[in-house]
């Protein structure tokens, strides 16, 4: 049986490989025009080792301002942690510093219509024309690897499916999903919640975008476009509105999606086949942040699971990278000096999987994920909010049992969000929960939709007993507790597609015509999937599940402290929530328990 390997603890992903920086000086050549096969020419900058050798390079681009990226801005914005006010998610291009002065080429770029770059035509082969072009410059060697997160992520598993000659190695670490082109509407918004992410991190962006009246848009998007507009959870946010009412003339790809807030027939065998072009060695992987806004996350493990490539994985801790980007650059040069420079780093010797398990607070290795040593093992909802290892047994044969409810008022009349609380006794001993997981939920409303939302805590530590002692009849109400991971499900958007679905992993059939309202009384079963982790439940501890249909913004006005932590769109109408537990309506979690 396969089992995880232990390393030491640390806030970088452990490594011990490194070289000396060789070269001082840098030469910068900024705002470089370069001609893409249909004449549009595109801006990059490009910084190089102050030497006449030819060199590997190493190419970031994506849709966010190379302006924004460059080591001019650390000489005044040194990395900033998440929690500190000038944070800033787009700076995600690479230290540039480091990369030169370990002997590589770091070119920075963005796509046509982005920043400096000119518009007009497809920017579907832009990255690839850019890798060919810059391995064709005296400064190069021939070699090219690609760096940066996030949306530089997406690009570089854009560009793999296309196998431009030139390029040698990736490491997209926080990519966006993989079931679409530059990202995916199914592991951005798992089981078709919408969340308003890309509307707040759309306003860091340098997109062109037009003004003036709107007009008439083309069919079906007009009547989209209607419909959009007509929707009273829509209309219960001003900010959201206000962007659809511009009819795509502020921020086109957001208001695309709200219009359309579906999986477009066809995507995700379009994607099966364009996974199978990946042959480019790639070193993916999020952290376990990113289940706030889930593309990262849930590409990461989906890119890592559907291509064949020689390939790793990495999980990394519970708080997002420092910006601008410079987290382990140790790693992503031990990467790049074993495929682009032929040094033997024993980066392909060690296990291919590597993963911070929060609790814990040390890193492990894997030979797969998810774990191939998994037990996945089931928690029952029980009554009184307890959750059990054990399924309800009747004590007769006709025993009712009724369901626990709650209702939600809409954000019109209350920022109280309600919710049901399920959790275990005190654990007797450690257990470790690492993988993704899911919920199977029996229940009833009386609308006809709603969201549902389930978070996983861990919950403790809790000495306490319970009796019937004045004191002892509840868990005490100040316990620590640490939200661990969250899942998603539009209640309409239910149907799976059981030829893709796996027990841990309910594949949801997101098309427009897949929606099926709600009969209001009727019970129904919903395969809820929760966005994968890593935790430690130590022993005294409590694994808790909660059931809930709303969350809000954290600021006023439609706004929220931080962009990576978004809202979603919720029901503008007062929902009643019935949930069931009993032998004929068995709601359980799924948990991936890993022996230790």
Not at 14 to 23: C, F, G, I, K, M
């Amino acid at each position: 049986m396969a089992t995880t390997r232990i390393l030491n603890s640390s806030d970088t992903p452990p490594t011990e490989y490194d070289r000396a920086p060789t070269y001082s000086r840098m030469i910068r050549d900024r705002d470089v025009y370069v001609p893409m096969r249909d004449g549009v020419k595109i801006c990059v900058d490009i910084y190089r080792p102050d030497t006449t050798e030819k060199l590997p390079a190493l190419l970031a681009f994506a849709i966010y301002n190379k302006d924004i990226q460059g080591p001019d801005v650390t000489e005044t914005l040194p990395p900033q942690p998440a929690w500190t006010p000038l944070w800033t998610g787009p700076q995600e291009a690479g230290d540039t510093h480091f990369l030169v002065s370990r002997g590589y080429v770091h070119i920075i770029g963005s796509p046509r219509a982005v920043g400096k770059s000119e518009g007009g035509g497809s920017r579907q082969w832009d990255s690839y024309d850019l890798i060919e072009w810059i391995a064709a410059q005296p400064w190069c060697d021939g070699n090219v690897g690609m760096v940066g997160i996030s949306g530089f992520g997406a690009e570089q598993f854009h560009v793999a499916k296309q196998q431009p000659p030139h390029l040698k190695a990736i490491f997209p670490f926080d990519p966006r999903g993989a079931y679409g082109t530059l990202g995916s509407f199914r592991e951005e918004y798992p089981g078709g919640v919408l969340h308003l992410f890309r509307y707040l991190v759309g306003h860091f962006s340098a997109m062109h975008q037009h003004r003036g009246a709107p007009g008439q848009l083309p069919e079906p998007k007009e009547s989209y476009w209607r419909e959009a507009m007509a929707n009273p959870d829509y209309r219960m946010y001003p900010n959201v509105l206000n962007m659809i009412a511009q009819k795509g003339q502020h921020m086109p790809p957001i208001f695309d999606m709200f219009i359309d807030p579906y999986e477009k027939p066809g995507t995700v065998e379009q994607a099966e086949a364009d996974l199978a072009k990946i042959k480019i060695p790639f070193y993916t992987g999020s952290g376990w942040y990113g289940y706030t806004y889930k593309t990262h996350l849930n590409g990461a493990q989906n890119y890592f699971a559907a291509a064949d490539a020689p390939k790793k994985l990495m999980f990394t801790g519970p708080a997002h990278l420092e910006r601008p980007f410079h987290s382990f650059h140790r790693e992503m040069l031990r990467w790049f000096d074993h495929w682009l420079r032929g040094i033997d780093t024993d980066v392909m010797r060690e296990p291919p999987v590597k993963f911070w398990v929060m609790g814990e607070n040390r890193w492990r290795t894997a030979t797969n994920w998810p774990l191939p040593e998994t037990q996945w093992t089931k928690l029952y909802l029980d009554s009184w909010e307890r959750l059990s290892a054990e399924p309800f047994i009747p004590s007769s044969v006709d025993q009712y049992v009724p369901p626990d409810a709650f209702v939600q008022m809409p954000l019109t009349q209350t920022k109280v969000i309600q919710k049901l609380r399920y959790m275990t006794d005190p654990l007797p001993d450690d257990v470790l929960v690492a993988g993704p997981m899911s919920l199977t939920l029996f229940a009833e409303i009386d609308q006809e939709d709603t969201n549902w939302f389930v978070i996983v805590k861990d919950v403790g530590p809790d000495a306490s007993v319970m009796s019937v002692r004045e004191g002892e009849r509840e868990p005490p109400s100040d316990l620590p507790e640490r939200e661990v991971t969250r899942g998603w499900l539009k209640a309409s958007l239910r149907q799976t597609d059981p030829k893709r679905s796996k027990p841990w992993k309910p594949w949801h059939v997101l098309t427009r015509d897949s929606r099926k309202a709600i009969v209001p009384g009727e019970i129904n079963e919903y395969q809820i999937e929760i966005t994968a982790t890593a935790n430690m439940f130590r022993k005294g501890h409590r694994i808790c599940i909660e059931i809930a249909s709303m969350d809000s913004p954290t600021g006023v006005a439609g706004a929220t402290n931080a962009e990576y932590v978004p809202y979603h769109i919720c029901s503008s109408k007062t929902v009643m929530h019935k949930i069931y537990h009993d032998a004929e309506r068995p709601s359980h979690v799924l948990l991936p328990v890993i022996p230790i």
